[in-house]
C-alpha cells in the first residue's frame, strides 16, 4: 500500500485519490469490503470542528477582497518604515498583521505581495531580494492566530484549538523579529536606503484608525474562543461575518458582484480539497493505525536513542525534508496521526507537540522543490525560482533558527496556553 502511494504520487496524482487507491489495495489485498472507504470518509468529514475551515478560507478571502492588504501596508509603513532598509521591516510586520487574518502563507503572498514588492522596488531594492523576503515572511501566516494549519492539526487531534492558536502567537512573532535581524545586517551590507518622506502626525492617525478594524479580526476569533463565548467553528462564522462588514463598511459602492462571487468560489474549491483529503486520509490513516504503524514508527525511533533532544532532532529533520516534498495541510492529516504516539512516550505536551510538526511544514512551504508559497511568490513576481531561493537562504536559515528554539524550549509555545489555562 506505502509503495503504491509513493508510486502514484511521483505520477503526480492528485495526493487524495493516491491515498484512495492505495487504501483500495490494501482492503481488496487482505480481503475486506472496499465499501469501507465510503464509511471512513463520511466519518472523516463529519466533524463539526472541521467545519471551521471552509470558514476561515472564506474570512481570509474576503479580508482580501475588502483592502486589508493596502491598509495593513500603510499602517506598517507608518510603523516601522522610516528606519534602514525600513521597507523590509515593513514586509515583516505587514506579514505579521495580515496572518493574524487570513491564517494563510498562499494568502499573504498572493494578497500582499505584488503591493510589497513593487513598494520595496520602487524603494531602491532589487527584485530577488524583494520577493525572496516578501515570500518568507508569509509563514508567519501558519503560526500565528487564526492559522488554518493548527486547527486543522485541533481537529485531526482533539486538542485544545485554542491552545494550540496561542501557542503559535509568541513562535510566530519570533519568526518576525529574526528576518528582521536578517534585514538589519543585509540592509549594513548592502547600504539599503531609508525611507525619506516625512509622515505627518494627522496623516498617521489616519492611517492607524483605518487600519484597526482589521487589526480586531485576530482579537475578535481568539476573545470569542478563550471566553467561552463561542467554539472555534462558531468564532469562523463571527470571522466570515465581520468580513462581510469590512466589506460592505470600505467597499460600499464599489462592490463588484462578479468579483465577489469569485471569492466564494475560490474558497469553496479550496475548502473542497482539504475535505477531499481530510476524508481520504482518514481512510489511510485507519489502516495504519489498524496496523499499528503509529507504534512501530515511535518504537523505531526510539531505538535510535532514549534521550528526547535526539528524537526531536530526528522528528525536526524528517518533517522539513517531508515539507519540501508535501503541502502542509495534506501532511498534518497524512503524519500526525502517526507521529502523536511518539509525543506522548517522549513526555512531550501535545500542543507543543502540533506547534512543532506546523512551524515545520510551514518552512516547507518556502522551500524547494514544492513550496507552495514559494510557487506562488514567483508567479507573482515573474523571478525564476533559482534567482529566488538564492535570496531566501539567510531567511529560512533564521526560520530553522527559530524552530530549534521552540523545540528545545518548550515554555516559549506554552506560556500563553498555561496563561489561560489551556495546558493540556
Known sequence: MLCLFVAFMILGMPLAFCMLFSSASYLLATGQTPWIIVHRMFTGIDTFTLMAIPFFML??????????????????????????????????????????????????????????????????????????????????????????????????????????????????????????????????????????????????????????????????????????????????????????????????????VKSLSKVFVRAGVLSASILMLAGASNVFGWILAYERIPETFANLLLSISDRPWVILLILNLFLLIWGMMMDSLPAILILVPILLPLAGKLGIDRIHFGVIVTFNLAIGLITPPYGAALFTGSIVSGLSIEKIVKEMLPFIAASICILLLITYVPEIVMWLPRCFGLHT
Open 59 to 256: 474570512a481570509g478571502e474576503l479580508m482580501v477582497y475588502s483592502g486589508t492588504a493596502e491598509k495593513l501596508l500603510n499602517f506598517a509603513n507608518i510603523s516601522v518604515g522610516r528606519f534602514r532598509g525600513g521597507l523590509g521591516y515593513v514586509n515583516v510586520l505587514a506579514s505579521m498583521l495580515f496572518g493574524g487574518c487570513s491564517g494563510s502563507a498562499i494568502s499573504d503572498v498572493a494578497g500582499l505581495g505584488p503591493l510589497e514588492i513593487k513598494m520595496m522596488e520602487k524603494g531602491g531594492y532589487s527584485k530577488g531580494f524583494s520577493t525572496a523576503l516578501t515570500i518568507s515572511s508569509a509563514i508567519q501566516g501558519p503560526i500565528i492566530p487564526p492559522s488554518i494549519p493548527l486547527v486543522l492539526v485541533g481537529a485531526v487531534t482533539g486538542i485544545s484549538i485554542g491552545g494550540l492558536l496561542l501557542g503559535g502567537a509568541l513562535p510566530g512573532v519570533l519568526v518576525g523579529v529574526a528576518q528582521c535581524l536578517v534585514i538589519l545586517i543585509v540592509s549594513r551590507m548592502r547600504g539599503f536606503p531609508r525611507f525619506e518622506r516625512k509622515i505627518g502626525f494627522i496623516e498617521a492617525v489616519k492611517v492607524t484608525l483605518g487600519a484597526i478594524p482589521f487589526l480586531l479580526m485576530p482579537f475578535i476569533i481568539l476573545g470569542g474562543i478563550l471566553g467561552g463565548f463561542c467554539t472555534p467553528t462558531e468564532a469562523s462564522a463571527v470571522a466570515v461575518a465581520y468580513g462581510f462588514v469590512l466589506i460592505v463598511a470600505y467597499k460600499r459602492s464599489r462592490i463588484d
